[in-house]
């Protein structure tokens, strides 16, 4: 690990001036993810802005009649949250499809969205990657691609998002609360959050060099049916190759993400309105224009079947 500074921030525009201040700092709360990196040299901070110090650790209602989840709540607080398992029961069964239940007692909300790829060539650092070298190449392509995307990949990177907790985010249409190093705070539905890799793989997110995630809220609750199923090479402490979040009404219409396919959490409003004609036609919409390798080709039948049985699931 390369030597760095470090400071503890006090207020929330501070921190986010601090990391804008000085290039190569990072903000540092849990750190299961960032520590890790660190350590492979994939990431160098040359200075550390700990936030833990913030008043972000709570979750509230809003005036809206929906939650306002704290940057900082850990996953096990969140998942284990009575409101969360009554109303958002498909964000408490992602979080405990994740991680370890040690690493969810560290893990935060902010850190779980921004958590990096776990493609191998991303971690393998003799082996170019644009994600985290710009222009390097891809060592994917051509090479293993069974864990990779399927849609909306591109021949600068074919990696997937990790995270159980964003698909579900997706889902249940949150939005993410942040405050630039100005002091200025604004509000980002997490469907226009997370960037498509294009030729900048690198640039994960929209958010601006210092902008610090405060909180996450929810909406009002959906009701119906809560589903997340995950199909992964284990049991437990494993990415999935494919989950499928659904939340299903009584009249048959719904909500469908899916996780470990693409870039990002995965969702069609289009192949939501065909709920009511099964799995298959879902899937067709959902993943039009899917472009799968020789290794992953087996992902497309595998989301239409993990849906089948959550549609299944969520009928019995």
């Given amino acids: 690990m390369k030597p760095f500074t470090y400071e503890r921030a006090t207020t929330p525009a501070a921190a986010a001036a601090a990391v804008a201040r000085q290039?190569?700092?990072?903000?540092?709360?849990?750190?299961?993810?960032?520590?890790?990196?660190?350590?492979?040299?994939?990431?160098?901070?040359?200075?550390?802005?700990?936030?833990?110090a913030l008043a972000f650790d709570k979750i509230e209602p809003t005036a809206e009649g929906g939650l306002r989840i704290g940057a900082l709540v850990r996953n096990t607080d969140l998942a284990a949250d009575l409101r969360v398992r009554r109303d958002y029961a498909l964000l408490s069964r992602a979080l405990?499809?994740?991680?370890?239940?040690?690493?969810?007692?560290?893990?935060?909300?902010?850190?779980?969205?921004?958590?990096?790829?776990?493609?191998?060539?991303?971690?393998?650092t003799d082996q170019p990657c644009n994600k985290r070298q710009p222009g390097s190449g891809c060592s994917a392509l051509g090479g293993i691609t069974r864990q990779h995307a399927v849609i909306g990949a591109s021949s600068a990177c074919i990696a997937t998002h990790p995270s159980d907790m964003a698909v579900a985010m997706r889902v249940l249409d949150a939005a993410v609360e942040t405050v630039r190093p100005d002091g200025q705070?604004?509000?980002?539905?997490?469907?226009?959050?997370?960037?498509?890799?294009?030729?900048?793989?690198?640039?994960?997110?929209?958010?601006?060099?210092?902008?610090?995630?405060?909180?996450?809220?929810?909406?009002?609750?959906?009701?119906?049916k809560h589903i997340y199923r995950k199909v992964r090479d284990r049991a437990s402490y494993a990415f999935a190759l494919v989950s499928v979040a659904l939340v299903l009404q009584p009249d048959g219409s719904g909500r469908v993400g899916l996780g470990g396919v693409a870039h990002q959490p995965w969702r069609s409003p289009g192949a939501e309105a065909l709920l009511s004609q099964g799995a298959s036609a879902v899937t067709a919409q959902l993943l039009a224009g899917?472009?799968?390798?020789?290794?992953?080709?087996?992902?497309?039948?595998?989301?239409?079947?993990?849906?089948?049985?959550?549609l299944l699931q969520a009928k019995a």
């Fill in 23 to 52: 290039p190569g700092a990072k903000f540092i709360a849990g750190g299961t993810n960032l520590l890790d990196l660190m350590k492979l040299q994939i990431e160098a901070p040359q200075h550390l802005v700990d936030v833990n």
């Fill in 96 to 124: 405990l499809a994740g991680a370890s239940g040690q690493l969810r007692n560290k893990a935060t909300t902010a850190g779980n969205l921004l958590q990096r790829t776990r493609c191998a060539y991303f971690y393998d």
């Fill in 185 to 224: 705070a604004r509000v980002i539905p997490i469907a226009d959050f997370y960037r498509l890799p294009g030729q900048t793989p690198h640039v994960e997110t929209v958010l601006e060099a210092g902008e610090l995630i405060t909180a996450v809220t929810l909406p009002q609750p959906l009701g119906g």
């Fill in 290 to 310: 899917a472009a799968p390798t020789h290794d992953n080709a087996f992902k497309l039948p595998l989301v239409e079947r993990t849906l089948a049985a959550a």
